[in-house]
């Protein structure tokens, strides 16, 4: 049976309510080495930090990001396998590279990861970005790897509804 890598969210392992899923491939044999919840709005509802909540998250999960277990689809104590072509890890950290330029604080950088035995491998470490904006493209746009970016305002609009603090 193919293990699934499901969200983690408020501290916890979850399985996403979108009940769709990706697979991860291994790049060496081409066999489907995992699945990937993929999230919908529910799902990052979840995930979202009101108020000066946001901050004390980013704090909390940057050890959790550090900390990520990245590894072959094979190693059951993987929580992220690699990407699937060079081209993929490439563009994945062109992202950060232009989340960087447009002004997004890198948190946590997980660019240049190698992995002993894997050296030729497409991975990348946990990434996490702070301050991003919603006309950020690291926002916008989803680059299916391990980079997570918080976009924060930190207090109501003023007309009754609220501002969010959201992670992506």
């Known amino acids: 049976m193919t293990k699934t890598l499901n969200h983690y969210i408020n501290g916890k392992i979850v399985a996403g309510t979108a009940k769709r899923t990706g697979e991860v491939f291994n790049p060496a044999t081409g066999e ?3 699945r990937v919840a993929l999230a919908n709005a529910e799902d990052v509802d979840r995930a979202v930090a009101v108020g000066p909540a946001g901050d004390a998250l980013v704090e909390r999960l940057v050890p959790r990001v550090r900390a990520l277990k990245v590894g072959p689809g094979t190693d059951p104590e993987a929580e992220m396998g690699p990407l ?3 081209a993929h890890l490439e563009r994945v950290e062109s992202y ?3 989340g960087v330029e447009e002004g997004a604080e890198l948190v946590v950088d997980g660019r240049g990861l190698t992995l002993q035995g894997y050296e030729g491998g497409f991975y990348t470490g946990g990434t996490l970005f702070d301050n991003v904006t919603s006309e950020m493209r690291v926002y ?6 391990n980079v997570k970016a918080m976009r924060k305002t930190l207090k109501g609009d003023g007309d009754g ?8």
């Open 161 to 168: 509804g609220s501002k969010t603090e959201e992670l992506r």
């Open 140 to 145: 916008k746009e989803e680059m299916f790897a």
């Open 96 to 98: 950060v590279d232009i």
């Open 32 to 34: 489907v080495a995992a």
């Open 84 to 86: 699937v072509t060079k």
